[in-house]
């Protein structure tokens, strides 16, 4: 039956390309069709569906869409029903209490971040999202966890089989693409001398308003961390947003003025990809990050900070 399973998935994912890869991947997260490993669909669908730099991401994005959707899912319906849900419908989704025990003890020694390191370990990659749920875990912070242990897991499974598929190598690709950003940003500062010094003056200016409300930082940690994050998440969001409405309006004329002022996403060219989705990653990123650090910020503590900062000059003092 089981080895039924998976060739079925198989065949589905020949048939229908990458909407059959987000399904799987959503049924799977979700415990509908955890019990059919993805260790084993992924390689396989990525062998069948990557052919290049293009399609390794496109592939990577989508898998790893279906199974935050799918985690999303089951955190929600842990979360409302708990441990009725797995009393009357536990042998339904085949959960053993063994292996949820295993996935509690794990929520409940390491914490939420569990959630993202689960993502990438047979078993409990599913499992996770019933502690997840039944906690009542910041659902932002659950979505942005499980979004980036999926991506992690399934670049990593994607990269095995790219790289032995006797196509180039991506980690060649790369280091292509980072040779030709480098000489592209001695280029740019050459071009561009008077648009640096601004930039390195900008720097500057931040820096002293940093030293000149040092006081009131020391006073008011907690509050001078939260404005921090609240400055970066909403540039990211702006200067994302910006390309991202570049990209779907004039993709061509937002390149060459983007590029005019940043050369960055030259990067992506250099990868193989247009410009357009040069502009779509590079936006999709500037958000995602400007989230992603005020979320990881939050749960940081400015205590933790100052302690580690102080035990790393006593090291370098001995």
């Known amino acids: ?46 062998s069948q569906l990557v052919h290049g730099p293009v399609s390794f991401v496109l592939f990577v994005v989508d898998a790893t869409a279906g199974a935050t959707v799918g985690s999303v899912i089951a955190y929600e319906l842990f979360g409302r029903y708990g441990e009725r849900l797995l009393v009357t419908h536990g042998h339904l989704i085949h959960v053993s209490e063994s292996n949820l025990e295993r996935s509690r003890v794990a929520f409940r020694r390491y914490g939420e971040s569990t959630v993202f390191w689960g993502r990438m370990l047979p ?87 940093v030293w000149l409300a040092r006081d009131w930082i020391r006073e008011n940690p907690g509050l001078a961390k939260l404005v921090g994050l609240h400055v970066v998440r909403l540039l990211g969001v702006v200067v994302g947003g910006i390309f991202l409405i570049g990209a779907l309006s004039a993709p061509a004329h937002a390149f060459a003025v983007v590029v005019g002022v940043w050369n960055d996403p030259l990067f992506w060219v250099h990868l193989g990809f247009s410009e357009q989705l040069a502009l779509l990653l590079t936006g999709s990123l500037l958000a995602f990050g400007g989230a992603l650090v005020y979320e990881v910020g939050k749960l940081v503590e400015v205590a933790q900070v100052v302690e580690a900062a102080a035990g790393l000059r006593a090291r370098f003092e001995r």
């Open 1 to 46: 039956m089981f080895g039924g399973l998976v060739h079925s998935v198989l065949h589905l994912v020949d048939q229908y390309g990458f909407l059959a890869v987000f399904c799987y991947m959503a049924l799977e997260t979700a415990f509908i069709l955890h019990f059919v490993p993805s260790e084993i669909v992924v390689p396989v669908a990525a």
């Open 123 to 209: 078993l409990v990659r599913a499992l996770i999202s019933i502690p997840a749920g039944l906690a009542g875990m910041d659902r932002r912070r659950f979505v942005l966890y499980s979004m980036a242990g999926a991506a992690l897991f399934n670049t990593a499974l994607t990269y095995l089989v790219y790289t032995g598929a006797g196509t180039t190598s991506p980690l060649a690709i790369v280091a292509g693409a980072l040779r030709g950003w480098l000489a592209s940003d001695l280029a740019y500062v050459g071009a561009h001398e008077d648009f640096v010094i601004v930039l390195l003056g900008v720097g500057v200016l931040l820096v002293a308003g």
